[in-house]
């Protein structure tokens, strides 16, 4: 059975940092590509970013660029998301997800909140 | 980049009735078009990839139809469990989901 469980997340100062991780199982993490969608509290969802199965590739939305990074550790079956200079607007839970284009498996979240 | 533009919003339809959610993309987008299901509280679940193909343990009321622009998720019998939001995503160049459709039990 394929599960991801996400971890990390909670209350954050406005331009402070944070890491989220997901723990993958159920199937060969090397072999897919991740990515990380969020959803900002009663909000629809956004794609935030993906990484290829061998973290060749990354890609991002706009509005994280240069602030956030994927990364993978294929040895721990492991997906990282490190989140710098985080604002309000990240305020979101994430979620980790399988797949490199569409995003057949999804993690329960973790929830990000930005505030002072 | 590619705007996906989804209706209705909102949708109650009695159970066994035949539903219908569109989403319009702002350019052509082959097949690359996804569907999901959101039940409240819950992650997203895959229902429907690339325009027309059924994920894998999904019930087969479960539908999808379209190409270019324009494609549309199918629920032949409405069931209670199916009360949930329903999103597309586009994956042609980038990724961008719709609004959400929350569709409820008349």
């Known amino acids: 059975e394929v599960q991801l469980v996400e971890s990390g997340g909670g209350l954050v100062q406005p331009g402070r940092s944070m890491k989220l991780s997901c723990a993958a199982s159920?199937?060969?993490?090397?072999?897919?590509?991740m990515a990380w969608v969020r959803q900002a509290p009663t909000k629809g969802l956004e794609w935030v970013a993906t990484?290829?199965?061998?973290?060749?590739?990354?890609y991002y939305r706009d509005s994280v660029k240069g602030r956030f990074t994927i990364s993978r550790d294929n040895a721990k079956s492991t997906l990282y998301l490190q989140m710098n200079s985080l604002r309000s607007e990240d305020t979101a839970t994430y979620y980790c997800?399988?797949?490199?284009?569409?995003?057949?498996?999804w993690g329960q979240g973790t929830l990000v909140t930005v505030s002072s | 980049d590619i705007q996906m533009t989804q209706s209705p919003s909102f949708l109650s339809a009695s159970v066994g009735d035949r539903v219908t959610i569109n989403c319009k993309a702002s350019?052509?987008?082959?097949?690359?078009l996804d569907w999901y299901q959101q039940k409240l509280g819950e992650a997203p679940k895959l229902l429907i990839y690339?325009?027309?193909s059924l994920h894998t343990g999904i019930p087969s009321r479960f539908s999808g139809s379209g190409s270019g622009t324009d494609f549309t998720l199918t629920i032949s019998s409405l069931q209670p469990e199916d009360v949930a939001t329903y999103f597309c995503?586009?994956?042609?160049?980038?990724?961008?989901f719709g609004s959400g459709t929350k569709l409820e039990i008349k």
């Open positions: 997800t399988r797949g490199g284009s569409c995003f057949a498996y």
């Open positions: 159920g199937f060969t993490f090397s072999n897919y590509g």
């Open positions: 990484i290829s199965y061998d973290g060749s590739s990354t």
């Open positions: 350019q052509n987008i082959n097949k690359y």
């Open positions: 690339n325009t027309n």
């Open positions: 995503l586009q994956h042609n160049s980038g990724f961008t």
